[in-house]
């Protein structure tokens, strides 16, 4: 299985809302990423997970809150977000040694009204 | 600077043809280099790696890396309508902290095949 998921596909949250995007990956990768896109831009790291160990935050405002349960799942909680925080969200998954190549969830569309 | 750079097209060129798509990158202790193909609307797909200088070819895919240059670069021979879609170049150094990898892109070359 070389197949990483995320749900749900789509999400519209009001400004007031908490609600949370899950990534998923049985490809046994030990590190775990999300990733911000916006529209004609290249993908933007947010939060990288190695172990199940954050490791990386990217300066990331506190309203997005990331969470590794275990090493197959990766959750993203939202709450009081701003409209400009409207985005495709990506999850990806790699081994920690290696090539590191890593592999894309087909993402989260997050409109915030 | 920026840490990757790719040339921003758009590229157009008609079916059948070679599409050259360039790379270049700042860090010289980059270690990995990748290419990425992303539809309209879809997520990244990884299509090339690339660890050490020369050539690696895949199909109709070839990817070249010269570290002195500090240059990645992708061929896609026999173009075809299908392969139309934004050209990630991304390049991966292990983050500060040392305990995971960072990958960084470039702002993508948009390709056109032209039937």
């Known amino acids: 299985d070389t197949e990483v998921t995320q749900t749900p596909k789509h999400l519209v949250m009001g400004m007031t809302n908490k609600k949370s995007l899950k990534c998923e990956q049985h490809?046994?990768?030990?590190?775990m990423y999300w990733y911000k896109q916006k529209a004609k831009k290249p993908p933007e790291l947010m939060f990288v997970?190695?172990?199940?160990?954050?490791?990386i935050n990217e300066s990331v405002p506190s309203r997005f809150s990331p969470e590794c349960p275990n090493s197959s799942l990766l959750n993203l909680h939202l709450h009081a977000l701003q409209p400009e925080d409207s985005a495709l969200y990506l999850c990806?998954?790699?081994?920690?040694?290696?090539?590191?190549?890593?592999?894309f969830g087909p993402g989260t569309r997050l409109t915030v009204l | 600077q920026k840490e990757v750079e790719q040339n921003s097209g758009p590229l157009s060129v008609p079916e059948g043809a070679i599409a050259s798509l360039n790379c270049t990158y700042s860090?010289?202790?980059?270690?990995?280099f990748f290419w990425y193909r992303q539809y309209s609307g879809k997520s990244p797909e990884l299509i090339m790696s690339?660890?050490?200088?020369g050539d690696k070819e895949d199909g109709r895919f070839t990817a070249q890396l010269n570290k002195a240059s500090q240059y990645v670069s992708l061929l896609i021979r026999d173009s075809q309508p299908s392969d139309s879609a934004t050209y990630l170049c991304?390049?991966?150094?292990?983050?500060?902290?040392?305990?995971?990898?960072?990958?960084?892109f470039g702002s993508g070359t948009q390709l056109t095949v032209l039937p």
């Open positions: 991304a390049v991966s150094r292990v983050a500060p902290s040392g305990s995971a990898r960072q990958l960084t």
């Open positions: 690339i660890y050490s200088n």
């Open positions: 997970y190695s172990y199940e160990k954050l490791s």
């Open positions: 490809m046994g990768h030990r590190a």
């Open positions: 990806a998954s790699s081994q920690v040694q290696g090539g590191f190549e890593q592999f």
């Open positions: 860090d010289r202790v980059s270690q990995s």
